[in-house]
């Protein structure tokens, strides 16, 4: 299972891209991309759609990645993250109902 930064570095490596041709596409840093790859820094949802598009990638699916991995972060060493997860999956199609 992969984070999105090692999707990214995989993905960039398939197509045989530098970190400096990605890296410019989104107006940051070589080294910047080089810690996103390695999961030291953190991409806004901004950078995830435009990473998908630059690399004609399923953009739902990247974004599912970059979603997990923020609520990993957040709640992965709580001891009752399923739980939540589970009661805030329920509150999710609540509010969904509501609309």
Not at 11 to 18: A, M, S, V
Request: aromatic fraction near 10%; proline fraction near 1%; charge should be positive.
């Amino acid at each position: 299972m992969q984070n999105i930064g090692e999707l990214i570095r995989s993905l960039r490596e398939k197509e045989g891209y530098p970190l400096r041709k990605v890296a410019a596409f989104l107006d940051i840093d070589q080294a910047v991309l080089s810690k996103i790859e390695r999961g030291q820094r953190k991409l806004t949802k901004k950078h995830i759609i435009k990473l998908a598009d630059f690399f004609n990638y399923n953009e739902k699916e990247m974004l599912i990645t970059f979603l997990s991995d923020q609520i990993v972060y957040e709640i992965g060493n709580e001891d009752y993250a399923k739980e939540a997860l589970k009661l805030a999956e329920e509150k999710i199609e609540y509010f969904k109902s509501k609309v």
